[in-house]
């Protein structure tokens, strides 16, 4: 069995400042791990993943992720949030070996001006 | 880069009628999965296919919900009669056999609502 929490529902922050967006998963088998982005009344696209190689993990938009197994976490962080950072996070765990993909609520990051 | 493309992007139906969802996955991609995301939920699984068949439809309703990819490319997602609770964003993703190497791309979505 596989499960994603993603610790908070909504988070803010000032423009310029750093961006923390927390995820705790547990997996009977070794994951891998997705942060995805969706912006309103648009699909999801993909940030980052990780796949068992770096356990820190570099993506777009200036996004970086970073697996701790011993902590079981995956957060999510960049140094500096933009306006266009504003959207809807997931955290997502994979299964691989049944390939079963398990997504987290979502935390909603309001960026203030 | 290469795309999931999904339509309509929009639907608007009346309760009890019919409603049908396409998806285009990436060429090559032999995973395909169709998920169903409530407005301010995350997106749960409906079904997943491995080519032309079925590997996962244990949250289908079948009684109303049908899914079809019967080349093993596109894909259909059906629902008759719809209910007011459909009301939702139905997202398709696809992937490598291995999703290690390509992760899920998703479509843009099509977002139904039930009247």
């Known amino acids: 069995a596989q499960s994603v929490t993603q610790l908070d529902s909504h988070v803010s922050v000032s423009e310029g400042t750093p961006v923390l967006l927390r995820c705790n998963y547990s997996s009977s088998y070794s994951p891998s791990l997705f942060w995805y982005v969706q912006h309103p009344n648009k699909g999801l696209q993909l940030l980052l993943k990780y796949t068992s190689a770096a356990t820190l993990v570099k993506g777009i938009n200036g996004f970086e992720a970073e697996f701790k197994k011993s902590e079981t976490s995956f957060h999510l962080t960049k140094p500096s949030a933009h306006m266009s950072d504003a959207a809807e996070y997931f955290c997502v765990v994979s299964d691989l070996g049944y390939q079963k993909v398990t997504f987290g609520i979502g935390t909603k990051l309001q960026v203030i001006p | 880069e290469a795309e999931v493309a999904q339509s309509p992007r929009y639907k608007i139906t009346e309760k009890s009628q019919a409603v049908a969802f396409w998806c285009d996955p990436i060429?090559?991609?032999?995973?395909l999965y169709w998920y169903r995301q409530i407005l301010g939920q995350g997106p749960e699984l409906l079904v997943q296919f491995q080519d032309e068949s079925v590997v996962d439809d244990s949250q289908l309703p079948k009684d109303r919900f049908s899914a079809e990819r019967l080349k093993g490319v596109d894909s259909t997602l059906k629902i008759q009669p719809a209910e007011l609770g459909d009301s939702a964003m139905y997202l398709c993703?696809?992937?490598?056999?291995?999703?290690?190497?390509?992760?899920?791309?998703f479509g843009s979505g099509t977002r139904l609502t039930v009247v």
């Open positions: 060429s090559g991609h032999a995973t």
């Open positions: 993703a696809s992937s490598l056999a291995n999703p290690k190497m390509s992760g899920y791309t």
